[in-house]
C-alpha cells in the first residue's frame, strides 16, 4: 500500500509540474510543417541570387564553396540567430550571413496546428 501511495504521489507531482512547463520557446527541428520562404523554393533561389555580391577579394582570390547558415523561423515567420553552420571561407560566411539577414518574413511552420519555431538551414553556394 505504501509503494501505491507513493507512486500515485510521484505521478501526481511529476504531471503536474510537467503540464505547467511552457514549451512556447521551444525549437523545432523536424515540425510537422516546415516553415516556407513566400513562393517556395523557386523564390528563395531566386531571392539568393538577386542579392548575394560575391565578395571582389575572394573573387579575385578564386575563392569558392558552400555556406550552410543555420537561423531560426519565429512564430511570426521572422528570421533570427542567424550563424554560419559550416563555412566555406569567411569573406563567403560572412556574405551569406548578410544575405539571410535580409530575408523578409516566411511562412511559419507548424506543430499540431500551431506556429512554432523552427531550426533551419540553408546551404548557399559561391561558385565562380
Keep these: ?12 507531482v511529476f504531471t503536474g ?3 505547467q512547463v511552457d514549451t512556447s520557446g521551444m525549437i523545432y527541428d523536424m515540425p510537422e510543417i516546415m516553415p516556407e520562404f513566400i513562393g517556395g523554393a523557386d523564390a528563395l533561389d ?4 538577386q542579392n548575394v555580391k560575391y565578395p571582389a577579394e575572394a573573387k579575385e582570390a578564386g575563392i569558392q564553396g558552400k555556406v550552410y547558415v543555420q537561423f531560426i523561423v519565429e512564430k511570426d515567420g521572422s528570421v533570427t540567430n542567424v550563424i554560419v553552420r559550416r563555412g ?7 556574405e551569406a550571413v548578410r544575405v539571410v539577414k535580409l530575408m523578409p518574413d516566411w511562412k511559419p511552420g507548424t506543430m ?4 512554432v519555431r523552427v531550426r533551419y538551414t540553408l546551404p548557399i553556394s559561391f561558385m565562380l
Design 1 to 12: 500500500m505504501k509503494k501505491f501511495a507513493f507512486l500515485f504521489l510521484f505521478l501526481s
Design 17 to 19: 509540474s510537467y503540464s
Design 46 to 49: 531566386e531571392f539568393i541570387k
Design 88 to 94: 566555406a571561407h569567411k569573406l563567403l560566411d560572412a
Design 112 to 115: 499540431r496546428g500551431k506556429k
